[in-house]
């Protein structure tokens, strides 16, 4: 067995592996069509026919719903901003609490904020790390009014447990699915599983339009608001005869012709890269479950994944060393992937610290400089450290997750990682 890479010796692999690019001809050939019309956006921010988008935005709605088995489809620029603008369509008022999850995208948490909504943590499912339904019902109040869901690695939430919860509180329930495109529970896409779901196309994600996302609901209500509040509501609702002024205060979250016409091409191709990310996904369960101490994350009963990032989780007692200087020797092995060289090797520890340990919370600072909207909630709101143990737990030694997986990465890529791994294993008494 040759010297471990991170000691000093030769790394199992040094060519880059392959770039990881969705984007082809048929997407080239959908903008150059959406250039030569010279309307590169369509939307009017008044009551107008064009309120709605231009012909590539509708289409690229129509056929989203259409895919996912959903009534309304509405693209915005962003899952952050499509997070904004479903939270907002809930019409909560500030001093509401929201429950949401310490383990995912930042936005999925803070969205909140923006109205005057507390965040409140629950911690997460050992196993699958989407929010505990025993801890959900723990956190409620008399001032919770939504549960922000997170199908996060991509695989869907405890859907039959928290829905039950939301049902008998009157609850709210957003899915965060942006991680999580294609994925199943019983047939049904995440997405729409629960009252609204919002979904990502940044460039990071199994589809993308460079940046972009999709809200989709089967709620006409909500849905008309999720349009309004994209769209400068506050100057459309006199005219359209709204009533309900509740958070019609509107932004500019309007996805472009350009990125609809993308993002039609892309949904496209969404069923071949997930097939090729999940058998990818599965030939690395395989090899890396023979190391003793290492095991993949289960799929939940009846649920598919989508392996937007694979996690693992790793028993340092089992294997003798730590998490983190086991993962760092790995690296040491492997090289970066072509077109993203700067973001170093495909494979990281911990995924994100919980959020509640970000200053934001810690300092309970968001907007301005009084507290706002901290100290409208209650005080047993808590963002103390030891909040969310399991959270915790795998932020700091169990969980490790890599996207080796991503297509068009090849078997003999793998076999790459596979092998990385097993030196790593066999010499693992060097690093103690
Ligand atoms: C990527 C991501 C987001 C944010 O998506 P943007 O489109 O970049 O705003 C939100 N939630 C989760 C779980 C994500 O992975």
């Known amino acids: 067995m040759s010297r471990l890479a991170v000691l000093g010796g030769e790394p199992v692999r040094k060519k880059l592996f392959p770039a990881y690019c969705v984007i082809g001809e048929e997407e080239k050939r959908a903008v150059s069509h959406v250039l030569d019309s010279g309307i590169l956006s369509r939307y009017l921010g008044c009551w107008h026919d064009d309120f709605y988008g231009g012909p590539e935005v509708q289409a690229f709605e129509k056929e989203w719903a259409l895919y996912f088995g959903v ?13 904004q603008c479903a939270v907002g369509a809930t019409g909560i008022s500030p001093g509401d609490e929201v429950i949401v999850s310490p383990y995912t995208m930042v936005a999925s948490a803070t969205t909140p904020l923006w109205y005057g909504g507390i965040p409140v943590f629950a911690d997460i499912e050992k196993e699958y790390f ?20 997170v199908d996060i690695f991509g695989q869907p939430y405890d859907v039959e447990a928290i829905n039950a919860i939301a049902s008998e509180h009157n609850l709210i329930v957003i899915e965060d699915c942006a991680q999580a495109p294609g994925s199943k529970y019983r047939g ?5 599983l629960g009252d609204i779901g919002v979904f990502s196309l940044n460039y990071h994600k199994h589809i993308h339009t460079g940046e972009g996302g999709v809200v989709v609901t089967n709620d006409d209500r909500l849905a008309e608001r999720v349009r309004l509040i994209r769209n400068h509501a506050e100057a459309v609702v006199e005219d359209k005869g709204e009533i309900d002024l509740v958070n019609m205060l509107g932004g500019n979250f309007r996805l472009t012709e ?24 599965e030939y690395l369960i395989e090899e890396l479950s023979k190391l003793q101490g290492i095991r993949s994350s289960p799929v939940r009963q009846g649920a598919t994944h989508a392996y937007y990032v694979q996690p693992f989780l790793f028993d340092e007692k089992i294997v003798g060393i730590s998490r983190d200087v086991f993962i760092n020797a790995v690296k040491a092995e492997l090289p970066a992937t072509a077109l993203r060289e700067l973001e170093g090797q495909q494979i990281g520890v911990g995924y994100s610290k919980p959020l509640y340990l970000l200053p934001l919370f810690q300092k309970r600072t968001a907007i301005g400089s009084h507290g706002f909207p901290f100290t409208l909630g209650s005080d047993s709101v808590s963002y103390a450290k030891g909040l969310c143990p399991v959270a915790e737990s795998l932020y700091e030694k169990q969980l490790f997750t890599h996207e080796f997986m991503r297509p068009p990465a090849t078997k003999s890529d793998l076999d790459d990682v596979v092998k990385a791994f097993n030196k790593v294993y066999e010499a693992r008494h060097e690093l103690i």
Not at 71 to 83: D, E, P, Q, R, Y
Not at 188 to 192: E, L, M, N, R, S
Request: aromatic residues 2%; proline residues 3%; positive net charge.
């Open 71 to 83: 009534k309304h489809a509405i693209a915005v620029n962003s899952c952050t901003s499509g997070l």
């Open 130 to 149: 989407c929010l505990d339904p025993e801890s959900v019902r723990a956190q409620i109040t008399p001032h919770t009014k939504v549960i922000i869901v």
């Open 188 to 192: 049904k896409y995440a997405g729409t």
């Open 258 to 281: 350009l990125q609809a016409a993308i993002g039609r091409e892309q949904l496209k191709k969404l069923d071949t890269l997930l097939i090729q990310r999940v058998a990818n996904c």
